[in-house]
């Protein structure tokens, strides 16, 4: 307890009117004869607020304050407190400490490929490690995807479409995104020669289409009287018909029959390297689709798409 002689010296009001201080002697009598007279262990609780407060009273308005305040700090339970607050970070630390257990270390090297990984981790669950950030950041060779599982048998246009993908990604460095539509467009180029000629010859075999309906119903009516003559004569004269305008009705599905299993195979090839996932493939998008192995949020792309085979059939059939 803060004797009155130490509270007055914390005074700061100019005008406060303090009692004089006893001399030293007095005060160590005064203090020596306190302690021989009542043990402190002893001292009840009212006696002490009672000589606080009478302190205090002779002592001024500063030193009410400070006891005030003495006795506000001696009644907050700080040991509380401090429990408390060393439990808490106890609490944290122990989560901390199990989310670290539950996370599997990825070993890995600086110049470690995505095959690697997978051997240098055995008892790392495959899809955690392909969504490891290791795994993204490593190099991808076409000998490594059958050790993700991307496989396949030597007549799998799918899976050979895999591995061009993979090989164009690598020889290029381009973006996973880039590399999908560089090769769309390698592909468009590849077949536009026959796309071209396809359309000519759809144009040509549509100007003649009223001359092959009559002699297609000369046959029909000559095989219906059993006019062998006059149904050779049609047959013959429709031969002409499309070796003179170098026609034929089973040419108009012959770019068809090229575009689906080029363009197929492509799209069950992306499938496959996302449902893997090829890891790349994770933060290989761009913009707003920067995860490839996701849908669209926005469903941009598809009515991008479902716009663009409008306008191409529209132009199409308008030319025609």
Do not use: C
């Amino acid at each position: 307890m803060a004797t009155a002689s130490s509270i007055r010296h914390l005074s700061w009001i100019p005008w406060s009117q303090s009692a004089p201080a006893p001399s030293p002697a007095a005060e160590a009598a005064a203090v020596e004869q306190a302690i021989g007279a009542t043990p402190i262990a002893a001292v009840p609780s009212d006696a002490v607020a009672s000589t606080s407060a009478s302190t205090t009273a002779s002592a001024g308005p500063a030193a009410a304050e400070a006891a005030s305040i003495e006795q506000a700090i001696g009644a907050t339970p700080v040991a509380d407190t401090t429990t408390a607050a060393s439990t808490s970070a106890a609490a944290d630390v122990s989560t901390s400490a199990a989310d670290l257990a539950s996370t599997p270390t990825i070993h890995t090297l600086s110049d470690a490929t995505l095959g690697d990984l997978v051997r240098m981790n055995p008892e790392t669950p495959l899809d955690t490690l392909l969504h490891s950030p290791e795994a993204i950041d490593a190099f991808t060779a076409v000998g490594d995807l059958p050790l993700i599982g991307l496989t396949h048998r030597w007549f799998s246009l799918p899976g050979w479409t895999v591995d061009a993908l993979m090989s164009l990604h690598n020889l290029t460095g381009l973006p996973w995104w880039a590399t999908i539509a560089a090769t769309t467009l390698m592909i468009r180029l590849l077949v536009f020669r026959l796309v071209i000629e396809g359309q000519k010859h759809n144009v040509r075999l549509q100007a003649v289409s009223p001359q092959m309906s009559e002699l297609t119903d000369r046959m029909k009516v000559a095989a219906a009287e059993k006019d062998q003559v006059g149904q050779q004569l049609a047959q013959s004269a429709l031969q002409g018909l499309f070796k003179k305008h170098d026609v034929h009705p089973l040419r108009a599905i012959k770019v068809p029959l090229v575009q689906f299993p080029v363009f197929l195979s492509m799209f069950y090839g992306l499938r496959r390297l996302a449902e893997a996932p090829l890891p790349q493939f994770l933060e290989g998008g761009f913009s707003w689709v920067t995860d490839l192995t996701a849908t669209d949020p926005y469903l941009i792309l598809p009515a991008l798409s479902v716009i663009l085979t409008n306008v191409v059939i529209r132009v199409s059939h308008t030319r025609a």
